[in-house]
């Protein structure tokens, strides 16, 4: 028997509705104090299609991806046969009893689920069945691994705001099928769950909302944004919520503005003139959104306008699986827009971190004057996680140099001049003013042309020289700013892994299990480019390196390399990108290869 | 007239004319870009605007340099070739207090930037769109823009194969509410356009053939100073009254006098010529354009105002304030909030 | 007595027709059988501002620029004082009388010109004298250095393509200066020319007409470009010579099309399409449009579309210094488009190779059905230099794998089934049809989205990751393909110099100097990516290696270090980044100063 | 209209209508682009046309996925997001003897596409340009496009503040040689129109609106199934005859009957309903949409054509073979080309 460490893939057709169900058993679950997690597989189509989700119950916590479930439930005709490949040995298949299906694999349990037939008996409204028929998958379920009814019904009230007349003909599904079950089954009793007390009330939040939040806590002030998967959340989440945050309640009036572009461009054209206007200003969108923002991304960072655009990962190149993970940005962002340049990138590796880097690529934004680009992606972004409640932002907001009349007139004081682009204290970082400043030195020109200290126009070698060195330095100061690699244990001469973003998951518990295998294995988590100190101290210290991450080429390995020549032969890379996020077993498996 | 003599002292708020000046220019002599940069200075000396009060945008190309030859006293951002309008739409949400003013090319705004140029007019965001429209990519030494007439031929270019884009239908097409085109030879009715255009509240869309002496100044040329002398059609002779000023009827002593009232007050006159024409009237204006093009007029004057249009700012219940000075304090919401948050994720 | 190795320097205004008077010297030392090259240093600017040429006369052939001159031409009052820095101890300074200049620096001699006396002594219309003003310094400096005359003559023939209203005026000038100066001036005789025999007549050229040539002769068939500095002469002479080259006498028909698009992502995806239909098509651009490519090249990559891009590099980032040269471009376009991808790229290091690259570029793409991105850059492209003429192409023209009726049909009856995406011969590179190709079974469908090797639209994991591990094969078939770096000297141990694109130039001369110095090294130029075998060979067998390049960041090293980790810690970078191409002086003090 | 039964057996190239299908439409049942993508069968049928003699072209989006689900034995680009036309503008130069057909979405077209899409008719490229308009971004569900009417409430998004880009007007401001509008609901016309696009010499755009039976089909939308039955205006009933075919006036019983002929001798018979409508007239084209605009009239029906309006093609004097057929000898000129070349630089 397994107690609090199984999984259960649900398999359905897009647009049927099981969404709510699938939800409804995560949240119960959580209720229950059992670490739970769950991600969607679904495809870029609206309805009719397979979809599927993938639930994990794991008292120590991970959270990643398995290669196999231990139960399924079928409900789609069409993909059963390939669903039964990824169930264990001794796995249990619960399936609508419509589905026809020769004989089950030796050592699986089949457990029929008389969809119609409850339905019927449910008296529930006819033209509701459609969606309520995944309603009885919840209701066996909850019977056949003991989820509390209770809790279900808790979830039911949170996934339709308490209006009754939905939670009802729902929940009484739910107890008829399991109240069927409880009658006609005999429970296997291979897996099960049991409450545990959580140290503190967990969140079920997805990536996007948490970005968001995370922004509109970092008083963003301007949005642009064009839908695009799997991104648009993020955008529609500050829609939702700046009614409720930033807006008075006294005069109802908002200052968070959220604009839909016509595309891409334009998104990021906007963003970059609130930007300099002296709004916290921001953009999010996917791969091939960011390619349409590469010349404005080089302007900024020539002109040095802080804005913060989020990168919300699916597979790539091209339009690719646009509803499928990766970290196949990684690269492209780091390079990205001709001629030389520094990309500031922040990578979270959690919900509470979208949260946290929502905050503070903001800050970091303002205080380098240059784009900070946040890389998410669907695995994070596009499903719930559990989570500990958010932390309220532990820093107070931090706008950089900025000068307005007073602060201008003070400077001009002590130094009698002020240039645009002058580095006064010697961190590469000017000081701006910004419009609206009604001194009458404030005003300056901006442009993507060579221009000098005093933000006059110049084609002269030694101003353009100057100006991109001292541009250089900003990445020195980012290293004092952005939040710091994590590394866990650390000992001279052992194997390392690196991972980052939402690869922290699976990574975490692969170092666990290679632990318990035997070898010793240290982890760091890479947090942001340009690297901090951590990073170069763990290479320095360790033998042989793992770079763990879900792209073909091992991009973050590519990176370390050209940063850390000293070090590169000692990086080895376990890369793979096939649209799902990598399961700590896979991880194990290449480790083991390559370490022989 | 004799306005711009009358008042070269200094101006009810008490700057000069060379408050308003830029730097000296970088482009061709005689260029009509210098002209039209010359009438903003006017413009916006007459009209009594602080220059601090005004913020400059423009692509890349000639027309887009010449931001820096007026009002240096302005902020400024000169951005990338076409896409000076999502700039814009982003920038002036931060005060508006602040007058936007654009300018742009044939090519910056009707090639490569004709879809941010469309939505920008729909979105009816409070600015000045200059398009100094002279049919040739200056700055790159003279191919093609799209506002090139059919047949125009140029040297390395060969002939023009394809019909012009017409800035002013386009910026109607979509909605536009406030369109006006002149003639950088025309320099008086330059600036009384631009002075009309700095009180309208909405985008005002200023398409102003300039020639461009270098690559495209042939006599035959529909961008050329000596056509556009010999085909000038002002559809009516423009003033701009501010709105503490008296309307002096006698500076149009003949013909009749149809006045358009500006959001700010302010009155736009025009003195009709042969033409009976109605600016208000979009059905008017589409047909007037769509006429024009096949007459091959070069109709100057206001083609179509709406001064009462909703603006992008009407979408959005913002506070008086200017968005980028409000303090830190207000923008990050307080520790109740979040807690209230993660409940409701609870 | 300096003979044939000194530099000049001519000072002027934009717009004054300067340009006819300095190719004019260039043409007649070049016919003289001396080797020469200039480059012309201009703002981004039409008409009144400042502009320099500087020329580079050498026996021995070096060509790479030159940090001081020996001779100055003065015509720009403006910026004489500046000017006066960059010229030798000893140096001589050509100046308009008219420009009053309080004393030259010691050891320095003035030549003063008397620029409108000569004119009126011309008795030339006095309309035409503000261009040939110029001829004066034609006139004088031909005395000074002994330009032949006659050459002068030839190459005013030229220029003004034998008209002689034009030639006649503009050499009366010449000779009057030249007598004039011959009855009044003492001639100082340090600087001289003598003519040689050149083995084969040189032409004189610019990168990007070679390039357009080259395309031309390789059967190009489509461009589609949008004008941009430096780039826009490529596609210009794509029209200047389609008439000539491809156009039927008889029928006045041509076989190539070139359209000018609304911008740079029209440019692109037309470019793709005619790619995909089957015609050899090209684009040509500058970084900013580069950028706005970025979502087709995935595409292009991803639905394998053969096309090749022209990158002419001028100084990022951003809009930049638009008229000055870099070699900035190179990561952003190695890793351009977001997801993993591979782009081939060329670098041509003179002419000759814009030329023949030109025409590989179209067989490379359609051998392997992938962008190919050549990376020229301003001082190739828009420079006029000597060359030896064009090579005809030594190989036909490959068009790569297409299957037109008979061959599909073979293919079916032999294999029974052909799928567009299929690697039958087991290098990554699957056979295509064509649109217009009849048979019932050619159509397939073309996307972004993935697909199995038979088109099909497919979200399957694993059809993802075969076919882009498929697309990586075509890596190493590249290899096979691209020109091979070149070698100048190899020994163990040494120390090793990498160059690429116009680098090459100052580079030889670098290494040339420190040979003759004393210190030993080898040199590498690379002239493609992915790197051929020579690379990793040079970087095995060298114990330190520079790295030479026109950018801030040291590019080259960084894709090096991607690609080798092994090495990496051998490299070193020497790379700077002004708008200045690197002068072998610069080279030498980088490595002197590393080296110790 | 009995002609798709009457047809249903081998047309006279010998293909059944199974011949022009494409693979089962994963879009949501009752889409309006699915109705579409029959007639496209139907029209391609009834044309007998050779279904590789044509090229689907498509952007992204729902309706961009639908090229899928016609025509599965014709080649097929779909491309990114807005830039199909550049991918057409490519493709069609290779083989002048097909057809492109290319299929948009709103979004596509009037948002991040509207550059191309207005570059495209300005061009004047031969080919049928679908934009299935349904006011909102389906496949990524549910958002504003520009063309939704001001004042649309949708689910996350709230209410819609900007004025509706008109797509039949930017063509034909555009200088669009054949601009059609029709309903998805009204598969008849949709079918002829397509017919007749198929026969223009020239860009035939067609902006059908095509309900969102997922994201935007409440009965008060502008682009829902309801309001589109109610309010639909059609200027003329359009029947397309084929050049061999005869036309028989009897389909016409009553009122006047209206021909345009086509370049390929092929004739559009209009018969006229109330409304006296020219379509050869581009200044009526223009007034009519105006019009449309200001009194909410769903107009349907062929609203501009010029037969005979120079293309692209005229423009390039390219020779008759197909371009990527040229063998090679042909495409690369001789040596004693490039020695004269040689000797040009010397
Ligand atoms: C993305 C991009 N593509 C191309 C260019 C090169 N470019 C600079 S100005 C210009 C055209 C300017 O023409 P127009 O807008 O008509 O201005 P004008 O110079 O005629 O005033 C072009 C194509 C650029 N700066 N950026
Ligand atoms: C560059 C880019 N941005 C965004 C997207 C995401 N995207 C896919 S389809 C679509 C909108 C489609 O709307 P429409 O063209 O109206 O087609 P419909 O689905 O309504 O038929 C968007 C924004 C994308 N594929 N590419
Ligand atoms: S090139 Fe033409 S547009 Fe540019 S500055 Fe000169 S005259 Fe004006
Ligand atoms: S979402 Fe709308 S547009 Fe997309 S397939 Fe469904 S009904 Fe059609
Ligand atoms: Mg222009
Ligand atoms: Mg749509």
Same mark, same amino acid.
């Given at each position: 028997?397994?107690?609090?460490?199984?999984?259960?893939?649900?398999?359905?057709?897009?647009?049927?509705?099981?969404?709510?169900?699938?939800?409804?058993?995560?949240?119960?679950?959580?209720?229950?104090?059992?670490?739970?997690?769950?991600?969607?597989?679904?495809?870029?189509?609206?309805?009719?299609? *397979?979809?599927?989700?993938?639930?994990?119950?794991?008292?120590?916590?991970?959270?990643?991806?398995?290669?196999?479930?231990?139960?399924?439930?079928?409900?789609?005709?069409?993909?059963?046969?390939?669903?039964?490949?990824?169930? $264990?040995?001794?796995?249990?298949?619960?399936?609508?009893?419509?589905?026809?299906?020769?004989?089950?694999?030796?050592?699986?349990?089949?457990?029929?689920? *008389?969809?119609?037939?409850?339905?019927?008996?449910?008296?529930? *409204?006819?033209?509701?069945?459609?969606?309520?028929?995944?309603?009885?998958?919840?209701?066996?379920?909850?019977?056949?691994?003991? &989820?509390?009814? #209770?809790?279900?019904?808790?979830?039911?009230?949170?996934?339709?705001?308490?209006?009754?007349?939905?939670?009802?003909?729902?929940?009484?599904?739910?107890?008829?099928?399991?109240?069927?079950?409880?009658?006609?089954?005999?429970?296997?009793?291979?897996?099960?769950?049991?409450?545990? #007390?959580?140290?503190?009330?967990?969140?079920?939040?997805?990536?996007?909302?948490?970005?968001?939040?995370?922004?509109?806590?970092?008083?963003?002030?301007?949005?642009?944004?064009?839908?695009?998967?799997?991104?648009?959340?993020?955008?529609?989440?500050? /829609?939702?919520?700046?009614?409720?945050?930033?807006?008075?309640?006294?005069?109802?009036?908002?200052?968070?503005?959220?604009?839909?572009?016509?595309?891409?461009?334009?998104?990021?054209?906007?963003?970059?003139?609130?930007?300099?206007?002296?709004?916290?200003?921001?953009?999010?969108?996917?791969?091939?959104?960011?390619?349409?923002?590469? #010349?404005?991304?080089?302007?900024?960072?020539?002109?040095?306008?802080?804005?913060?655009?989020?990168?919300?990962?699916?597979?790539?190149?091209?339009?690719?699986?646009?509803?499928?993970?990766?970290?196949?940005?990684?690269?492209?962002?780091?390079? &990205?827009?001709?001629?030389?340049?520094?990309?500031?990138?922040?990578?979270?590796?959690? $919900?509470?971190?979208?949260?946290? +880097?929502?905050?503070?690529?903001?800050?970091?934004?303002?205080?380098?004057?240059?784009?900070?680009?946040?890389?998410?992606?669907?695995?994070?972004?596009?499903?719930?996680?559990?989570?500990?409640? +958010?932390?309220?932002?532990?820093?107070?907001?931090?706008?950089?140099? $900025?000068?307005?009349?007073?602060?201008?007139?003070?400077?001009?004081?002590?130094?009698?001049?002020?240039?645009?682009?002058?580095?006064?204290?010697?961190?590469?970082?000017?000081?701006?003013?910004?419009?609206?400043?009604?001194?009458?030195?404030?005003?300056?020109?901006?442009?993507?042309?060579?221009?000098?200290?005093?933000?006059?126009?110049?084609?002269?070698?030694?101003?353009?020289?100057? /100006?991109?060195?001292?541009?250089?330095?900003?990445?020195?100061?980012?290293?004092?700013?952005?939040?710091?690699?994590?590394?866990?244990?650390e000992e001279k001469g052992r194997v390392g892994l690196i991972a980052y973003g939402s690869t922290k998951m699976s990574a975490l518990e692969a170092v666990a299990m290679l632990n318990r295998s035997g070898r010793q294995v240290d982890f760091l988590r890479i947090k942001a480019l340009p690297f901090t100190d951590e990073v170069e101290t763990f290479l320095k210290t360790h033998d042989r390196i793992y770079i763990v991450e879900a792209n073909r080429d091992g991009q973050m390995r590519q990176i370390l390399n050209v940063n850390f020549p000293d070090y590169a032969a000692k990086l080895r890379s376990a890369a793979r990108c096939d649209g799902l996020s990598l399961s700590a077993e896979w991880i194990v498996s290449q480790i083991e290869k390559m370490e022989g | 007239m004799e306005t711009t003599l009358k008042r070269s002292y200094p101006n009810a708020l008490g700057y000069n004319r060379s408050d308003y000046l830029g730097l000296p220019t970088t482009l061709c002599k005689g260029c009509g870009h210098n002209s039209i940069a010359n009438m903003i200075v006017s413009a916006c000396y007459e009209l009594e605007l602080q220059p601090e009060k005004i913020v400059k945008f423009s692509g890349i190309g000639c027309s887009s340099k010449s931001t820096a030859y007026f009002l240096d006293r302005s902020f400024a951002f000169n951005g990338l070739h076409g896409r000076m309008p999502s700039l814009a739409e982003g920038a002036l949400f931060a005060d508006r207090t602040l007058k936007g003013i654009g300018i742009s090319g044939d090519g910056d705004t009707a090639n490569i930037g004709l879809s941010q140029f469309k939505h920008l007019v729909r979105r009816n965001l409070p600015m000045v769109y200059i398009v100094e429209n002279n049919g040739v990519y200056g700055l790159t030494k003279g191919q093609f823009s799209a506002t090139a007439e059919k047949g125009l031929k140029l040297k390395r270019q060969g002939e023009n194969p394809y019909l012009p884009v017409d800035i002013a239908l386009e910026a109607v097409a979509a909605n536009a509410s406030f369109v006006a085109r002149s003639f950088a030879g025309d320099p008086k009715q330059v600036k009384e356009l631009i002075k009309a255009a700095l009180s309208h509240d909405g985008t005002a869309v200023l398409d102003i053939i300039s020639p461009c002496v270098t690559f495209n100044n042939q006599d035959y040329s529909l961008h050329s100073y000596s056509w556009g002398k010999g085909h000038e059609a002002p559809l009516h002779e423009v003033e701009f009254v501010m709105p503490r000023e008296e309307i002096t009827v006698e500076d149009f002593e003949n013909g009749t006098v149809r006045e358009v009232t500006m959001h700010d007050g302010s009155v736009i006159v025009f003195k009709k010529l042969e033409r009976q024409y109605d600016p208000t009237n979009r059905t008017e204006a589409v047909r007037l354009l769509e006429q024009a093009i096949r007459r091959n007029w070069l109709i100057t004057g206001l083609i179509y105002v709406d001064p009462n249009a909703p603006t992008i700012f009407d979408m959005y219940s913002m506070s008086s304030e200017s968005l980028n000075r409000i303090p830190a304090e207000k923008l990050r919401p307080d520790r109740k909030a979040l807690d209230m948050i993660n409940l409701s994720f609870q």
């Open positions: 028997m397994q107690i609090n460490d199984f999984s259960v893939t649900f398999s359905t057709i897009n647009g049927s509705g099981s969404a709510t169900a699938n939800n409804t058993i995560l949240r119960a679950i959580s209720k229950m104090g059992v670490p739970v997690s769950a991600r969607n597989i679904f495809p870029s189509n609206i309805q009719g299609l *397979p979809t599927w989700y993938n639930l994990r119950v794991n008292a120590a916590g991970y959270k990643g991806r398995q290669e196999h479930c231990h139960i399924l439930v079928a409900m789609n005709p069409e993909t059963v046969a390939a669903d039964l490949e990824k169930v $264990v040995e001794g796995g249990l298949v619960l399936i609508n009893e419509e589905i026809l299906l020769d004989e089950l694999p030796a050592g699986m349990k089949k457990i029929p689920m *008389p969809v119609k037939m409850l339905l019927e008996a449910s008296k529930t *409204p006819t033209n509701l069945h459609i969606y309520l028929a995944n309603m009885v998958y919840v209701g066996i379920l909850a019977w056949l691994v003991g &989820i509390d009814l #209770e809790k279900i019904e808790a979830a039911l009230q949170y996934h339709f705001d308490h209006r009754q007349s939905a939670v009802e003909p729902n929940l009484k599904v739910v107890k008829i099928a399991f109240d069927w079950a409880h009658q006609n089954l005999a429970n296997p009793g291979d897996y099960k769950l049991a409450a545990l #007390e959580h140290a503190e009330n967990k969140i079920l939040v997805d990536g996007n909302t948490a970005g968001a939040l995370g922004a509109l806590f970092g008083g963003l002030q301007y949005a642009a944004w064009y839908p695009i998967t799997p991104a648009t959340g993020l955008a529609e989440a500050l /829609n939702e919520y700046i009614p409720k945050l930033r807006t008075d309640p006294q005069t109802g009036t908002t200052n968070c503005v959220v604009v839909q572009a016509e595309d891409e461009l334009a998104a990021i054209g906007m963003v970059v003139g609130a930007g300099w206007a002296g709004l916290r200003a921001m953009t999010s969108t996917s791969g091939p959104g960011l390619c349409l923002m590469a #010349e404005y991304l080089g302007l900024a960072y020539f002109a040095e306008v802080p804005i913060v655009v989020w990168d919300v990962q699916r597979v790539g190149p091209s339009t690719g699986l646009p509803t499928h993970t990766s970290q196949g940005d990684l690269t492209f962002t780091y390079f &990205i827009s001709h001629g030389d340049k520094d990309m500031i990138i922040l990578l979270p590796g959690d $919900v509470e971190e979208c949260f946290e +880097f929502g905050w503070k690529a903001l800050d970091i934004a303002e205080q380098l004057q240059t784009p900070v680009i946040v890389l998410s992606d669907l695995e994070l972004g596009m499903n719930i996680w559990e989570a500990d409640p +958010f932390a309220y932002p532990d820093h107070k907001m931090e706008r950089g140099k $900025v000068l307005w009349e007073k602060d201008l007139e003070t400077l001009l004081k002590k130094s009698g001049q002020w240039g645009r682009y002058q580095d006064i204290d010697g961190d590469g970082i000017p000081y701006r003013t910004i419009l609206g400043n009604l001194h009458e030195k404030a005003a300056y020109f901006t442009r993507g042309t060579g221009h000098d200290e005093f933000a006059h126009y110049s084609e002269e070698n030694r101003d353009w020289e100057k /100006n991109l060195q001292r541009l250089k330095k900003k990445v020195e100061s980012a290293k004092k700013l952005v939040p710091p690699a994590e590394v866990l244990n | -």
